[in-house]
């Protein structure tokens, strides 16, 4: 089975805080993202990679940057938490298409608070 | 850009019966897939079933199926003989013809409820 793993499932920061979210899986996927998800909002697309050093913006970059030095791995960084930020966190993994089955795999979430 | 809307926030049925989740988009693409995925209150986002676009045949995946109609941009689920295991945040998924490497457009979520 395919297996996304979060390091916290919940994180209390204070402001202004650089905060780390690290995503791992272990099914050799190529495509790898961070969603947000907020009550009433759904989840909203922050940064994919789609290769090792490969990022790309998605639809709420503003305020986190992404690091993939190796494939399985996949980091969020928030460079001055806010609490705005507060949030829940979700890693997801895929293939790519020309692999088949192109289905997301999430991760547990990440509760993160702000204070 | 292309928008996933889920107009239902909240449905709560009785056990056993069947329920039908709502979803529309809006895409100029005209080959995509869309999705349902299911999030138990543990979190744990899963697949639910899945649409290909250039399929018209609707997908089934035991009590679960979808009425998609394409020209109509409707993707509605249908939990027949619904388990108290259904209770869960549902949202619906776009992915384009690219394949998914840029991502899911989600919509915002139904939360349903079955009660015993």
């Known amino acids: 089975d395919v297996k996304v793993t979060q390091s916290s499932r919940y994180l209390v920061k204070r402001t202004g805080e650089k905060v780390f979210l690290e995503c791992v899986q272990d099914m050799d996927h190529e495509n790898m993202f961070w969603y947000r998800q907020d009550p009433g909002l759904g989840l909203r697309l922050i940064y994919f990679s789609y290769d090792v050093k490969m990022k790309e913006k998605g639809d709420i970059p503003e305020g986190y940057s992404v690091s993939r030095e190796k494939k399985e791995r996949f980091s969020l960084i928030l460079e001055s938490a806010s609490t705005n930020q507060t949030s829940m966190y979700l890693c997801a993994s895929s293939r790519p298409l020309a692999g088949g089955n192109n289905e997301q795999f999430f991760g547990p979430g990440t509760r993160l608070t702000v204070l | 850009a292309q928008t996933v809307t889920q107009s239902q926030p909240e449905m709560s049925v009785q056990e056993a019966e069947t329920v039908t989740l709502s979803c529309t988009y809006d895409?100029?693409?005209?080959?995509?897939?869309l999705f349902w995925y299911k999030q138990p209150p543990s979190r744990q986002m899963i697949l639910v079933i899945r649409?290909?676009?250039?399929?018209?045949q609707n997908a089934t995946e035991n009590r679960f199926s979808v009425n998609f109609q394409k020209a109509a941009k409707s993707f509605s689920l249908k939990i027949s003989d619904s388990q108290l295991g259904d209770t869960a945040m549902y949202f619906c998924?776009?992915?384009?013809?690219?394949?998914?490497?840029?991502?899911?457009?989600f919509g915002k979520g139904t939360h349903l409820i079955i009660q015993p």
């Open positions: 998924a776009f992915m384009g013809p690219g394949g998914g490497a840029d991502g899911l457009t």
């Open positions: 649409q290909e676009a250039y399929k018209q």
């Open positions: 895409t100029s693409e005209s080959n995509y897939y």
